[in-house]
């Protein structure tokens, strides 16, 4: 069984500054997805970026960009110039070729003004 | 487009009362999925529909029902609401008939209480 964990619950940031979101998976799959899904306080999930496992290139969305180290089973999550907007939960998730969605806990951000 | 809508946004049922929540997209999707939210639980898989005419369980199924109605639409039913369903309920959608390494776009929830 594949599993997803988000070990710390809570983070916070200053506006305009950097903040790492961690993520570790196990699967035993070679060909699967990565997901950070964003929840603000509407509790709309909303897609925040997608890495396929077989490319080597990490993923960027504007603000948003991933770390992907597949060797260490390791997928965080980088936002730069945080902004207020940003504050939200965060979930990780995973599916493969043979194993659905599977999502971490969530990780509340919030953003110091 | 809408993409993904879900209604009610809000509903209280008594212990033993019944509901369908109802779930539709826009987006010509062939798979759907109803999934339950709990505090510190992640979101977790209830049934889903590969293609129209066609339903599954998933992790936490029992207590519930589901029908997929045409290829817009998936219900979730509550025949008799326990306590132990108070919770947030997505419905999502995605394309092709694989439920397998897709990506998947979510309605805005709906809060349930059970009281």
């Known amino acids: 069984a594949q599993t997803v964990t988000q070990s710390q619950p809570e983070m916070s940031v200053q506006e305009a500054e950097t903040v790492t979101l961690s993520c570790t998976y196990d699967t035993s799959e070679s060909d699967y997805y990565l997901f950070w899904y964003k929840q603000p306080p509407s509790r709309q999930m909303i897609l925040v970026i997608r890495q396929e496992a077989y490319k080597q290139q990490n993923a960027t969305e504007n603000r948003f960009s991933v770390n992907f180290q597949k060797a260490a089973k390791s997928f965080s999550l980088k936002i730069s110039d945080s902004q207020l907007g940003d504050a939200a939960m965060y979930f990780c998730a995973l599916t493969g070729a043979n194993s659905k969605l599977t999502f971490g806990k969530g990780i509340t951000l919030s953003v110091r003004p | 487009n809408a993409g993904v809508t879900q209604t009610p946004k809000f509903q209280v049922l008594k212990t033993g009362q019944s509901m369908t929540l109802q779930c539709a997209q826009d987006?010509?999707?062939?798979?759907m999925y109803w999934y339950r939210q709990d505090p510190g639980m992640g979101l977790r898989l209830i049934y889903y529909s590969a293609s129209e005419g066609t339903t599954d369980k998933g992790e936490v199924p029992n207590g519930y029902n589901v029908s997929r109605l045409n290829k817009r639409e998936f219900s979730l039913r509550l025949e008799s609401a326990a306590p132990s369903q108070t919770s947030v309920y997505f419905c999502?959608?995605?394309?092709?008939?694989?439920?397998?390494?897709?990506?998947?776009?979510f309605g805005p929830g709906t809060r349930l209480t059970v009281l």
């Open positions: 999502a959608s995605s394309e092709g008939t694989s439920i397998y390494r897709v990506t998947q776009y």
């Open positions: 987006m010509n999707h062939n798979s």
